[in-house]
């Protein structure tokens, strides 16, 4: 079994920051992207950022220059810092990984509210 466990989330005023972290373990053959999605209530769940095992990064436009997105391959973990954040961030934000056997794992999600 894989777990994936987001965690960092919470109530904040817009400007401010936080961190979300994502630990993943269990029978892990071998990771490949890691990634940030989020889901707004009565909206689809969207990319927010990924990572590739060899560092390489991709971000949403709306989250451009104020998210970064990083990973530990040695510890399997994968966080993203949220700076400026902004009431439209509001959202659950779920992390997925995947093996480089195609699998995917989603964690439980974690509540990101940001108040204006």
């Known amino acids: 079994q894989v777990q994936v466990v987001e965690s960092g989330g919470g109530l904040v005023q817009a400007g401010r920051s936080l961190r979300l972290s994502c630990v993943v373990s269990?029978?892990?053959?071998?990771?490949?992207?890691m990634g940030w999605y989020r889901q707004a209530p009565g909206k689809q769940r969207e990319l927010v950022a990924d990572?590739?095992?060899?560092?390489?990064?991709n971000y949403a436009d709306s989250v451009k220059g104020r998210f970064t997105i990083s990973r530990d391959n040695a510890k399997n973990t994968v966080d993203l810092q949220m700076n400026s954040l902004k009431p439209e961030d509001t959202a659950v934000y779920y992390c997925?990984?995947?093996?480089?056997?195609?699998?995917?794992?989603w964690g439980q999600g974690t509540q990101v509210t940001v108040s204006s």
């Open positions: 990572i590739t095992s060899g560092g390489v990064t």
């Open positions: 997925n990984v995947g093996n480089v056997v195609g699998h995917r794992y």
């Open positions: 269990g029978s892990i053959f071998s990771l490949n992207a």
